[in-house]
């Protein structure tokens, strides 16, 4: 598990003991009760879910305000891989006449590993990633808050139409990437249908209370 940044491997540890270690294939769990279980905080768990996500290792799924974390058994880290290519390649040139020198490359980053991983996943427009705008589609942390996003919606049979992503994802744009973030995890945990910035939410509670008062 050399690929595996500390944060990754804690997280990884974590999901082995609440899933194998009680038997179970996929264990339901929010941000907060890893936070919890592991003492780290939410913006380096939605880190290392991500990582462990693009390298293959972890499943995620969205399950309600929460996700459905499993192992993927058949995951083999690139150390593996690149010493299985090697060991086929020297069985089938053993009887050759010819002795030849097979030098195996190995990504040096982590980096490296990710943006080959990257390639193999499936098209993103079940997340509409052609309208994310340029400066937010670079960020693995705000593409990993999006794609929750979208998961979540479609969890609570209200999947997002593109009409509706772009309008979203243009706002975003103008919020920024923190701002948009907050705003899609206030959303998923208040169990909203659309993301709201701090200051609309803000307003709307300043309304409720006015509200309230009024009605004594």
Known sequence: MTDFTNSEFK?????????????????KMSYSYIEQGTG???????KA???????????????????DFQINIDWNSSEN?????????GNQTANS???RLLTVRKPNTI??????????IPSG???????????????????????????????????LVELSAKMQLKKMGVWGKAASI??????IESGWKSVFPEQAKLTNERKKSKGYLEGW
């Open 182 to 187: 907050a705003a899609i995890n206030r959303s």
């Open 81 to 89: 891989r690149l010493l299985e290519e090697s060991q086929q390649f």
């Open 111 to 120: 980096k490296e590993t990710t943006k080959e991983k990257i390639k193999q």
């Open 125 to 159: 427009d079940d997340f509409f990633e052609f309208l994310i705008p340029e400066q937010l589609v670079k960020d693995a942390e705000f593409m990993e808050a999006w794609r929750t996003w979208v998961s979540y919606r479609k969890s609570i049979k209200k999947k």
């Open 49 to 67: 879910a991500f990582g462990l996500d693009i390298k293959g290792f972890l499943i995620k799924t969205a399950n309600g305000h929460s996700f």
């Open 11 to 27: 997280l990884a540890m974590f999901i082995c003991r609440k899933t194998f270690g009680y038997h179970k294939e996929r264990h």
């Open 40 to 46: 780290m905080c939410r913006e380096s768990i939605s």
């Open 97 to 99: 006449s010819e002795t």
